[in-house]
């Protein structure tokens, strides 16, 4: 907790004497920065004390560490950081010696161009204002207003697949970091749903495609999870990491117990109807009073031997759902995920507003409650 107590001291020494520079450096403010993160620390300890979880196995919130729950020092930043070729190090070094002297993030940033992240590393801002998709980029052939990435483009056995540098023309980000021109362009494959992903591992981007500055605006997200792999900072993630391992097969059964009850209800119970069943049992549950068809709808259902079980099965599922939706806001909570939706935010700023905005305070999640999730050692 070395960044929280930081931040402490800083606001016990009077740093933080007019709001906005409050907002800047922690949200809310230091009272709600400790409150928040007592809150959300107290809902993880909850779902993993639940004893109505215990039949989940495992602890579905067994991956958040304790360093998920750091408060920044400061904000998190755009977009690249001291290992880009065209990091400014004098500036650098003397952003260091502004933050010993005690001055804000923010008036280091307007002093440098320099500033921390959650994670307590440093950033600078790489316009992207005249980023755009390569005019090679694939046009789909049902819509040629919108652009594609065919999965196996030029073929299965083609030897120079499409890459960023060959997708994306940016050269100050690539002036930075000569690398990203290499990593591998294609489809997602049967992950259609997603509107892309960035495996740091395989150095492979993966896209959906569509409306040409959509895509844009996603290629600069994932492109934003590759230079954090690159530089070490808080990465982005998936949904999963704050579910137990066996959370989808968990699923999977209750809802194939789920469809097995129902069609021996309808063999059992005349007029089964699973919508008035359902609708019954939660208007029940919220002292709500029953129309007369709904009322001998839930008389018949309960009286079948395994109705318990059916009402048992939805809870559950009830409860898994609540776990996913919690999953799905921590993983919008990271920290990476936040930098990369800040980079879509910024992108269409002029050089002008750019240097004017201080990109903290563009942040969609709070830093108090932004999870900061560190690399993995390969």
Known sequence: MGDLNDYAKDAALGLYDQFQEIKSRAGLGLRHAAGQIGEDAGKVAAIINDPRNAWIGTNPAGRISAEGLGLASS????????????????????????????????????????????????????????????????????????VTFPLFEGGVFNKNPRTLGTTLEHQALFEAYPELRDVEVGGTGFAGDLRGF?????????????????????????????????????????????????????????????????????????????????????????????????????????????????IENLTHLDQLSKLSDEAYGKYRSLAGETEARLVQERRGLSPGERAAAFPPDQYDVPPARQIVKRKELK
Do not use: C
Request: glycine share 10%.
């Open 75 to 146: 904000l998190l930043g755009m977009l690249a950081g001291p290992k880009a070729k065209t990091a400014n190090h004098a500036l650098l070094s003397l952003a260091k010696d502004l933050e010993k002297e005690g001055k804000s993030n923010r008036e280091i940033w307007s002093k440098t161009g320099w500033f921390q992240g959650p994670d307590g590393e440093w950033r600078f801002e790489i316009s992207d204002h005249a980023a755009k998709l390569s005019g090679n980029v694939p046009r789909s052939q049902y819509d040629p207003a919108q």
């Open 198 to 310: 960035y495996n740091d591992k395989q150095s492979y981007m993966g896209l959906r495609g569509g409306k040409p500055d959509d895509t844009l605006s996603t290629v600069l997200h994932e492109t934003q999870h590759a230079v954090q792999g690159i530089e070490g900072t808080a990465q982005g993630g998936v949904p999963g990491l704050f579910l137990s391992e066996d959370f989808d097969a968990i699923r999977r059964g209750l809802e194939d117990s789920k469809r097995g009850l129902q069609e021996q209800f309808k063999k059992d119970i005349p007029g089964f109807n699973y919508f008035t069943v359902y609708g019954a049992l939660n208007k029940k549950a919220k002292g709500k009073s029953l129309m007369p068809f709904e009322q001998k709808a839930l008389d018949d259902f309960m009286v079948h031997p395994k109705a318990n079980d059916y």
